[in-house]
C-alpha cells in the first residue's frame, strides 16, 4: 500500500515539475493592439498617427474631362495648331487625373506644426505638328523621346502621362517655407467662379512656387504678409533681346518679338499683402517686386548687356459673402497694375502669345492673324531695358439654384502696353525684316483681352460634380495692314499675304469631379 502511494505522489510530482516548465515556455502575454483614433483638434478627415501625437489627414480627387476647340485643357485656341484652325487643330482635348494630398499637424508649445503635399498623376491626350515635308508628329510623343518624323506610333511611345507637384511646405510659428501659393495671389486664385484656367487679371500660382513667407495674425481677421519667392517663369514675362538677327518673320508670325534672354536669378520676388477676412467677405491688398535681369546682347559675354531694370505690381481683391440673391451666393472681384512684371496679371495659366488665324476679304490675301506677345521688358543692342506696362480686372457672380445647382457668370479683361521707348525698339526690329513686313501700315505691338464665360455645376451627391465651362475670348491687336512671312511648317501654313486682324475664340470645358 505505502508503494502504491509513494508511485501516485511521485506521479503528480513529476506531472507538476513538468507544467511548470512547459508555462515557463510560453511566450508572454501580446501588448495590446493600438488602434487608429480620430484626431478632433483640426476637422474631420484627421487621424492620429498610431505611436505619436500627429495627426494625419489624407485627401485629393479624380477628375476626368474634356476640352473642345484648344489643344490644352488650360486655355483657349490662341497659337501654335490650335490657333491655325486647319487640319492639325484638335476638336477635343481630354484628360483623366488623380490629386493626391498629405496634410501633417503637430502641436507644440511653439503652435501647430504642419507640412502639406500635393501631386498630381495625369493623362492628357496630345496634338499633331506639322514636319513641313507632308506629315506630322505626335507632341506627347515627342516630349516622351517618341518617334521621329511622321506620326506613326508604332516608330515610339505615345504616352501623355505627367507627374506633378503642387505643393511641398512646412509652416511653422507664422512662417511657410516651400512650394505653395504665392502671397500675391487671392483666395481663388484663378478662379473668381470658374473652371476655365486661362484668365487674364490677376496673379495665378496655382501649382506654387517656392517661397520663404512669415505672416502675422492680428486678430479679427486681419493679417499681414511678406514673402521672398522664387523667380521663376511662373512670375517672369520674356525680357525680349530685339537684337539684329534675333527678331524674324516666322517668329513674329507666331506671336513672339525677338528671344527671351534672362540671365540667371540674382534676386527673388518680394511679396507682401495684407488681409481682412471677416463674416461679410474679404479684401486684400498685395504688392510684388521683380528684378529684371538680362544676359547678354550677344552670344559671347564680350558683347555687353543692359542694366538690371526692377519692375513691380499692386493688386486689389474683394470678396463679398452671402449677397442677398440667395443663401450662399457670393462675387469676388480684383484688378492689378503691373509695370516690368506683367504675369501678375497675365498669370501662369494664361496665354503669353497669341498667333489666332482667321478669315480674310483683302484681295491677295490667303487669310487673317492676330498678334500678341506679352513681354516684362524689351531691349536691343546697346539699350537699356524698356519695361512693359499692364492693368487688368477679372471676377465673377456665383448664384446658388438649390443645394445641388449653381451657376457663375465671369468675365475678366487686361491691357498691355509697350510704351513709347518699347514700341519704338519692336517697330525698329520689325522694320528691319524687309518684304516679311513691309505691307504693316500701323505698327502698335499693344494689344487688349476681353474674356466673358458661364458656367453650370450639378451635384448630385457630397463631393461628386459634373460641370460645364464656356469661354469667350477676344484679342484687340493694334498691329493694321498685312505681312508676308514664309512658310510655318509646323502649323502647315504657306508662305502667302496674312492680314494683320482683331480675332475671338470659344473654348468649352466639361468635366466631373470626385472629391475624397
Not at 109 to 130: H, K, L, P, Q
Not at 495 to 500: D, K, T
Request: hydrophobic content about 35%.
Amino acid at each position: 500500500m505505502k508503494m502504491v502511494k509513494s508511485l501516485i505522489l511521485g506521479s503528480a510530482a513529476g506531472l507538476l515539475a513538468m507544467s511548470g516548465a512547459q508555462a515557463a515556455d510560453l511566450p508572454l502575454k501580446a501588448k495590446a493592439v493600438e488602434y487608429v483614433r480620430i484626431c478632433s483638434l483640426y476637422g474631420a478627415g484627421f487621424f492620429y498617427i498610431p505611436g505619436t501625437d500627429t495627426c494625419i489627414k489624407l485627401g485629393g480627387y479624380l477628375r476626368v474631362e474634356t476640352a473642345f476647340n484648344t489643344t490644352s485643357v488650360y486655355s483657349g485656341a490662341y497659337g501654335t495648331q490650335q490657333g491655325a484652325q486647319n487640319r492639325l487643330s484638335n476638336y477635343y482635348t481630354a484628360r483623366s487625373r488623380e490629386d493626391l494630398n498629405i496634410d501633417t499637424r503637430t502641436a507644440t508649445e511653439y503652435g501647430v506644426v504642419r507640412t502639406f503635399f500635393d501631386s498630381t498623376f495625369s493623362w492628357t491626350s496630345g496634338s499633331y505638328a506639322g514636319n513641313g515635308t507632308g506629315g506630322t508628329f505626335y507632341s506627347a510623343a515627342a516630349q516622351s523621346g517618341g518617334f521621329g518624323g511622321v506620326g506613326n506610333p508604332s516608330d515610339g511611345g505615345t504616352s501623355g502621362g505627367s507627374l506633378g507637384v503642387y505643393y511641398a511646405f512646412i509652416q511653422f510659428a507664422g512662417f511657410t517655407m516651400g512650394k505653395a501659393v504665392s502671397q500675391f495671389d487671392t483666395p481663388w486664385q484663378n478662379y473668381p467662379g470658374n473652371n476655365f484656367d486661362g484668365l487674364v487679371g490677376g496673379g495665378g500660382t496655382v501649382t506654387g512656387i517656392n517661397q520663404f513667407s512669415y505672416t502675422a495674425e492680428f486678430g479679427n481677421g486681419v493679417s499681414a504678409s511678406v514673402s521672398a519667392e522664387d523667380q521663376t517663369t511662373y512670375d517672369q514675362a520674356t525680357l525680349a533681346n530685339l537684337s539684329a538677327g534675333l527678331v524674324t518673320g516666322t517668329g513674329f508670325a507666331g506671336g513672339s518679338y525677338g528671344v527671351n534672354d534672362r540671365g540667371g536669378s540674382r534676386s527673388p520676388n518680394f511679396v507682401g499683402k495684407v488681409v481682412v477676412d471677416q463674416a461679410w467677405g474679404l479684401a486684400q491688398l498685395s504688392v510684388a517686386a521683380q528684378d529684371n535681369h538680362a544676359a547678354y546682347y550677344g552670344g559671347p559675354e564680350t558683347t555687353g548687356h543692359p542694366g538690371d531694370k526692377w519692375g513691380w505690381a499692386v493688386q486689389g481683391a474683394l470678396s463679398i459673402k452671402n449677397i442677398p440673391t440667395g443663401p450662399g451666393d457670393t462675387l469676388n472681384v480684383q484688378a492689378v497694375y503691373t509695370d516690368g512684371a506683367s504675369r501678375y496679371n497675365f498669370q501662369n495659366l494664361a496665354p503669353q502669345s497669341f498667333a489666332m488665324f482667321g478669315g480674310t476679304n483683302v484681295p491677295g490675301a490667303y487669310q487673317s492673324v492676330g498678334l500678341a506677345a506679352v513681354s516684362d521688358g524689351v531691349f536691343a543692342t546697346g539699350t537699356g531695358i524698356s519695361t512693359v506696362q499692364t492693368w487688368g480686372m477679372r471676377g465673377a457672380y456665383t448664384h446658388n439654384w438649390s443645394p445641388y445647382w449653381n451657376t457663375a457668370i465671369y468675365g475678366a479683361y487686361a491691357q498691355l502696353k509697350y510704351g513709347n521707348g518699347g514700341t519704338a525698339l519692336v517697330c525698329a526690329a520689325l522694320a528691319g525684316l524687309g518684304a516679311a513686313t513691309a505691307g504693316i501700315t500701323t505698327c502698335n505691338p499693344d494689344f487688349n483681352v476681353g474674356q466673358i464665360g458661364l458656367i453650370t455645376r450639378w451635384t448630385p451627391v457630397k463631393n461628386l460634380t459634373f460641370s460645364a465651362d464656356v469661354t469667350y475670348t477676344n484679342l484687340d491687336q493694334k498691329f493694321a495692314g498685312t505681312i508676308a512671312p514664309t512658310a510655318l511648317a509646323g502649323i502647315a501654313k504657306p508662305a502667302a499675304v496674312y492680314e494683320l486682324k482683331d480675332q475671338n475664340t470659344v473654348s468649352l470645358l466639361l468635366r466631373a469631379q470626385r472629391n475624397w
